[in-house]
């Protein structure tokens, strides 16, 4: 479990560079309802998406310039990301799900665990349409979480 615990920090740390620039632009969401609390700060999603990366299906969420082809970017982009990894991009509700909280407002910082749930009711070619629960407290007392619905531009892979 925790090789795959730092796959995941590694796929996501290596995720997002198209923050830091002045110019990026994200993939909006298509439609939401979630709603994310990093340490206290709420939080609402503005982009997204799901794609597969080296194997790993893959839905990242946050309020910076996260787009399709991110994942090949190397450094975060400014403000809060959610980002989960599910068995696969298909129909079906999905327990014990990793999801990486991460921070990037005046310095980098991150947290999660496997113990979201994810369900998803809908793939086509263009989105992902699905709902995500995630809260989780860490030993000095923090509070993360995720909950909501949303719809996601699914990626080429």
């Known amino acids: 479990m925790h090789a795959s615990h730092s796959r995941l920090i590694g796929l996501v740390v290596s995720l997002f560079a198209a923050g830091c620039g002045g110019d990026a632009v994200g993939e909006p969401l298509i439609a939401t ?3 994310g609390e990093y340490d206290g700060v709420e939080f609402i999603p503005i982009n997204g998406y799901a794609t597969v990366y080296d194997g790993n299906s893959i839905i990242v969420l946050g309020t910076g310039p ?3 082809g991110s994942e090949d970017d190397s450094l975060p982009p400014r403000g809060h990301t959610a980002a989960m990894r599910i068995t696969a991009l298909a129909e079906g509700s999905y327990g014990n799900v990793q999801v990486q909280l991460y921070s990037n ?3 980098f ?3 999660g665990s496997n113990s979201g749930s994810v369900t998803i009711s809908s793939v086509t070619d263009d989105s992902v349409v699905g709902e995500v629960t995630y809260n989780y407290t860490d030993a000095q007392d923090r509070e993360y979480s995720i909950t ?3 719809e996601v531009a699914h990626c080429a892979y």
């Open 33 to 35: 309802t979630l709603v």
């Open 66 to 68: 996260i787009a399709c």
């Open 105 to 107: 407002v005046g310095q």
């Open 109 to 111: 910082m991150g947290s």
């Open 148 to 150: 909501g619905t949303f």
